[in-house]
Nanobody, 115 residues
Framework: QVQLVESGGGLVQPGGSLTLSCAAS????????MGWYRQAPGKQRELVAV???????VYADSVKGRFTLSRDNANYTVYLQMNSLKPEDTAVYYC?????????RGKGTLVTVSS
């Protein structure tokens, strides 16, 4: 059984930074895609950033230039460095990965941007 475990969420002031981590564990044969989605209160889930094994990274327009996704393939971990955070970035952030040709999602970590 494959699991994704997120960490790093919390409360931060506007303009601040946070780094989210997501570690995959279990019987992992291949990872095609790892990334992050988020869901704000009362809104639909939206893509934040995703990185494919081909090396391309896609970012939502709203986070371009502020967020950076990186992967540690040796440790099956993906990170999301979030800078210049805004109140509208407040959401539950979910890690998502395509592992062994199956989509998995973590339980989420809450990010609150508020003064």
């Amino acid at each position: 059984q494959v699991q994704l475990v997120e960490s790093g969420g919390g409360l931060v002031q506007p303009g601040g930074s946070l780094t989210l981590s997501c570690a995959a564990s279990g019987r992992i044969l291949s990872i095609y895609r790892m990334g992050w989605y988020r869901q704000a209160p009362g809104k639909q889930r939206e893509l934040v950033a995703v990185d494919t094994s081909g090396g391309s990274t896609v970012y939502a327009d709203s986070v371009k230039g502020r967020f950076t996704l990186s992967r540690d393939n040796a440790n099956y971990t993906v990170y999301l460095q979030m800078n210049s955070l805004k109140p509208e970035d407040t959401a539950v952030y979910y890690c998502n990965a395509a592992i062994n040709r199956v989509d998995y999602r973590g339980k989420g970590t809450l990010v609150t941007v508020s003064s």
